[in-house]
Each structure stands twice: as C-alpha cells, then as structure tokens.
C-alpha cells in the first residue's frame, strides 16, 4: 500500500471541517482505489445502513457499492416502510439501528444539518453510531463535493489558480454550497453564473458573479448545476420557467462548447436536464465529466467511509 496519511473520522457530515490535508489525503485514497488498491482488511464484520429519505439513484447506489467493495455487510432500509411513517423521530430510528448493531449509517434527508441531533446528542442521550451525510436538504453534499475535487485533481493535477464557473440554480444547490467554499480554500478562483433570480449576494465572498458568455472562454471547469424545480415552490419564477429560453441564455450548447479552452472541462451532478443545463448530445462529449464523475464517486465514497471506520475503529482498523 502507498504510504499515505489516512484520515480518521467519528462521522462525515460537511467538507467545512476539513483541513486540506485531509481533503488532499482522501483524494489520494480514492485515487489509489481506483487505480486498484487494496481494500482495508477486516478482521470483524461492519453493519452499514443506508437511509435516503429523497429519491435518488447515482448516491445511494454508488455509496451501496462503494460498501460492497470495501467488504461491509450492507443491512437494506427502506423510508416507505418504516416507523418513521409512524412519527418516529430519526434520533430515535438511528438508536434502534445501533442498538440492532448497526456501525454506520449513510443519510439522505430533507431536513438542512438533520445530523447535528445525530452527532451532537442531547444531555442523557447516548447514541453511538456512524453517520455520513448522503445530502441534507439545500445545505451540504459532502461526498459530491469530494468526488468533484477528486474529478478536477484528476484531470488538472492541482487546484491553486484554476478557474471554475458554477452555473445555475445556485441558491437551491447543496452541490455549489459545498463546493464554492471547498474550492476557495484549495487556492482556486471561483466565478457564478446563471439566472440572477437564483443567486443570493452572500455568494459574493468567494467569487464574482457574470454573463455564462464572459465565463465561457476562459474558465478550466465549467460546474453545472440542475434546475431544482422540486425547490421551487413558492418560487414566482417556476410558472414562467422555460427550459428552451433557459438553455440559450444560461446552458452549454455546441457554439458555447466550442469556445472553451482546450483543456477545460464540463462537470454536473446529475441527473441533467437534457437540453436545458447542458445539451443533449454533449453528454457524452471529450470535455463532459459527467460519466466519469460518478465513476469516482465509487472510490471517492470507498476513501469516506474508510475514513470513519478507521477513526471508529471498526472491522479491526486503527
């Protein structure tokens, strides 16, 4: 095994309390993953859980997998059929998983910082319990961001200086929350752009808000963001909303991508709206990351979850 420093955590619920060596450490795990590493040997059985009260498809089954191939017992949930549809509180669902000998749970819920109840218990509360943040609410996806960073690494090498964009339903986005404040720190300048409807001036203190058309030919990477029309509720903007006015005015279209520099490149979460953030047909073009993003989302998430197994000793790690 490459010596490396290898991260230790209690839980993994936000990018903001790393220090950048640790975020430089995980990435240079999920790299050696990737390129075939071998996994961390278990001396005793890890129980995982993953529990998303969202839909999803690309987080819950890149994190089941990246369980499986860390060798974890992976213990099926399911929200639609359990107490939580009764009233059950999630502490109290998360005290019944390890009180069952659950080790570590990964969560995705509608609630913003739902995991400070979690990780921060109450006075005579003594829950004990892995937790890693699958996205909360509008607030924080901590392992998108980190298979970002390991995405841009991958590619460029190195953060410091690099230009990068983030375009799109900003103030909705736990993607460009993490993100923009991650990638400041690493030393790189971050430029917003998209409806101004959907930008927010406290966004102003780690980058400069501008026309997609002034960005475009001199940005490294170009971070797309989904229209989040499941948060928009309320939003006056959502009755008027066309998707083939905003493809031309905000998205990534041929003429756009062709005015990128050489090297850079495009990058979003998913899923895309076809034609609306990006079209259709450049999905799986030489700059798009898109693919390659959720491939290392499985190491990235592998690198994660060793991280707390180590710092809570499971399966014999220390």
């Not at 420093?5 to 309390?17: D, G, M």
């Not at 509360?125 to 970002?148: E, F, K, R, W, Y």
Request: glycine share 8%; net charge negative.
């Amino acid at each position: 095994m490459k010596n490396i420093n290898l991260v230790t955590l209690k839980s993994f619920v936000s990018v903001e309390s790393l220090r950048i060596e640790e975020v430089m450490a995980l990435i240079e795990r999920a790299e050696y993953f990737k390129n075939g590493g071998a996994r961390p040997h278990l001396t005793h059985p890890v129980f995982v859980t993953n529990m998303f009260f969202e839909n999803s498809s690309r987080t819950h089954t890149s994190f089941e997998m990246a369980e499986r191939k860390l060798g974890l017992s992976v213990i099926p949930f399911d929200p639609a059929h359990s107490s939580t549809k009764k009233g059950e509180t999630l502490y109290d669902t998360s005290l019944i998983m390890a009180a069952l000998g659950i080790d570590l749970e990964v969560i995705r819920h509608t609630e913003n910082e739902y995991y400070n109840q979690l990780i921060h218990p109450k006075q005579n509360q003594h829950l004990d319990i892995g937790v890693i943040n699958a996205g909360d609410g509008s607030g924080q996806h901590p392992s998108q961001c980190m298979l970002d960073m390991m995405t841009i690494h991958e590619h460029f090498g190195h953060f410091k200086g690099l230009k990068v964009a983030i375009v799109g339903d900003i103030t909705n986005s736990r993607v460009a929350k993490s993100n923009m404040e991650l990638l400041t720190r690493l030393g790189a300048k971050v430029y917003f752009s998209g409806p101004d409807y959907w930008y927010d001036k406290q966004y102003d203190k780690y980058g400069e808000y501008k026309p997609i058309d002034d960005l475009i030919n001199q940005m490294d990477v170009m971070m797309l963001l989904r229209v989040q029309h499941e948060r928009h509720a309320g939003d006056p903007n959502e009755a008027n909303f066309d998707a083939k006015s905003y493809h031309e005015k905000f998205g990534i279209n041929q003429k756009r991508y062709e005015q990128m520099k050489d090297d850079a490149i495009i990058m979003h979460p998913g899923p895309i709206n076809h034609d609306v953030e990006l079209s259709g047909d450049l999905v799986e073009a030489p700059k798009c990351r898109f693919v390659r993003q959720m491939e290392n989302g499985v190491f990235m998430r592998m690198a994660m979850i060793e991280a707390v197994m180590r710092g809570r000793k499971l399966g014999g790690l220390s």
